[in-house]
């Protein structure tokens, strides 16, 4: 946002759930096993999905469509 001089754009965030211990940074960003792997791939998925929603309909018919916790 600083580097844009602005904050109108829309931005795009994933989750990531909760880690069962108390190493966030562990969590974030070490290795994922293979069943992990492929929840990540399905995750890239819905959201490639997500943003070719948004261009072709706009945000909020997206939001509408891809904000749930299937």
Do not use: C, W
């Not at 600083?2 to 754009?9: A, G, I, R």
């Not at 997500?50 to 909020?60: H, K, M, Q, R, T």
């Amino acid at each position: 946002m600083h580097f844009l001089q602005s904050e109108d754009f829309t931005r795009i965030r994933i989750g990531i759930g909760q880690p069962r211990h108390n190493d966030l940074v562990n969590y974030v960003i070490g290795a994922i096993n293979e069943k992990e792997q492929k929840i990540l791939e399905r995750g890239v998925d819905k959201a490639t999905e997500a943003v070719l929603e948004i261009l072709e309909n706009g945000v909020d018919i997206a939001m509408n469509k891809y904000n749930s916790n299937n």
